[in-house]
T-cell receptor, first 113, second 115 residues
Framework: SQQGEEDPQALSIQEGENATMNCSYK?????LQWYRQNSGRGLVHLIL?????REKHSGRLRVTLDTSKKSSSLLITASRAADTASYFC?????????????FGTGTRLQVTL | KAGVTQTPRYLIKTRGQQVTLSCSPI?????VSWYQQTPGQGLQFLFE???????NKGNFPGRFSGRQFSNSRSEMNVSTLELGDSALYLC??????????????FGPGTRLTVL
């Protein structure tokens, strides 16, 4: 079973707008990673944030992590049609099982022109 | 540097058959993990191999097995296929250090359909 829930399940915005996705998880983590998946294809790694970090940026992406609330958010600024995809958060727990990623349910993002 | 490759990309089998999927990790990576993705259960961890040894295992029946070779390439086998095994099977590779910065990179997946 999946550990995390993502919110919203689906999001539709216009090009140029910002998109925010939230992820909640249940147990303590080593790190949290965000992935993008286009239409049933492989997962593309977007960004990793360690449990002792609170915020991280990569290009148009901004990730925050609140370990006290067991939640994370992914912000995509100035969205483009090419950002249309499903977005998943994934957590690695204790160092011994850090490679055992537990995925959230995903957010389907639709960016229209 | 070449990415993670998986073969075959698509596979159709019938119930009761067995299937073997292959994964070649990024050069230099020693860890290979396998995941199953279905519409109902989402993405679920199957197992991880590191230096030819299974290091972590998910909650799947014994029909699902894997192995890793000395060159880090990995295979996954599913025996006695069931309809519910229809899924996208994803392989991920990483350095395997278990450090908090160790990132997993995924292949394109193998789409298995069981009829």
């Amino acid at each position: 079973s999946q550990q995390g829930e993502e919110d919203p399940q689906a999001l539709s915005i216009q090009e140029g707008e910002n998109a925010t996705m939230n992820c909640s998880y249940k147990t303590s983590i080593n790190n949290l990673q965000w992935y993008r998946q286009n239409s049933g294809r492989g997962l593309v790694h977007l960004i990793l944030i360690r449990s002792n970090e609170r915020e991280k940026h990569s290009g148009r992406l901004r990730v925050t992590l609140d370990t006290s609330k067991k939640s994370s958010s992914l912000l995509i600024t100035a969205s483009r049609a090419a950002d249309t995809a499903s977005y998943f958060c994934a957590t690695g727990s204790s160092p011994g099982t850090a490679s055992k990623l537990t995925f959230g349910t995903g957010t389907r993002l639709q960016v229209t022109l | 540097k070449a990415g993670v490759t998986q073969t075959p990309r698509y596979l159709i089998k019938t119930r009761g058959q067995q299937v073997t999927l292959s994964c070649s990790p990024i050069s230099g990576h020693r860890s290979v993990s396998w995941y199953q993705q279905t519409p109902g259960q989402g993405l679920q961890f199957l197992f991880e191999y590191f230096s030819e040894t299974q290091r972590n295992k998910g909650n799947f029946p014994g029909r699902f097995s894997g192995r890793q070779f000395s060159n880090s390439r990995s295979e996954m086998n599913v025996s006695t296929l069931e309809l519910g095994d229809s899924a996208l099977y994803l392989c991920a590779s990483s350095a395997g250090t278990l450090a908090s910065t160790d990132t997993q990179y995924f292949g394109p997946g193998t789409r298995l359909t069981v009829l």
